[in-house]
């Protein structure tokens, strides 16, 4: 019981710091100026602090908890992490790490904006399989937490 409010804690954190860097990144790129993008890299910087464990946690979670399960829910969520674990480490983390150094010396050149692509695209990439392994947790333990709710009542 304690893995899977573990995995379902560190996971919605992971997709709620994501979302929050996606969107924080495009408003700011958007509607704002070269002080509040390097704020936004900044952030996102040390933000990543947080989510790499964040991540390692949920997938390490989740890989413990699928140990004795099969089907397809289960292997359409290990294919995914194995996507999300990869996109992390080889698109998403080199690109904030490069956008936080170019920003914080006011660097916003052609460069700049190419990584910037790059990682929207990779975030992106991020959310949505993040969005449908939270989906399909959910339909996992669907059966649960009615009964749960039936025994509660």
């Known amino acids: 019981m304690m893995k899977t409010v573990l995995h379902a804690a560190a996971g919605t954190?992971?997709?709620?710091?994501?979302?929050?860097?996606?969107?924080?990144?495009?408003?700011?790129?958007?509607?704002?100026?070269?002080?509040?993008?390097?704020?936004?890299?900044?952030?996102?910087?040390?933000?990543?602090?947080?989510?790499?464990?964040?991540m390692a946690i949920t997938g390490g979670s989740g890989f413990a908890l699928a140990a004795n399960r099969s089907g397809g829910l289960v292997e359409r969520k290990k294919a995914r992490m194995r996507i999300i674990g990869a996109n992390g480490?080889?698109?998403?983390?080199?690109?904030?790490?490069?956008?936080?150094?170019?920003?914080?010396?006011?660097?916003?050149?052609?460069?700049?904006?190419?990584v910037q692509i790059i990682e929207l695209a990779g975030g992106m990439l991020q959310l949505c399989l993040l969005i449908l392994n939270f989906r399909d947790g959910r339909r996992m333990t669907e059966k649960k937490r009615l009964l749960a709710a039936r025994n509660t009542a």
């Open 13 to 54: 954190l992971a997709l709620a710091l994501v979302s929050t860097f996606l969107a924080s990144t495009i408003i700011s790129e958007l509607c704002l100026d070269y002080r509040a993008i390097t704020i936004v890299k900044t952030a996102i910087f040390y933000g990543v602090f947080l989510l790499v464990p964040l």
């Open 89 to 114: 480490l080889l698109v998403m983390l080199p690109a904030a790490v490069f956008l936080y150094f170019r920003a914080s010396v006011g660097s916003f050149d052609g460069l700049f904006y190419v």
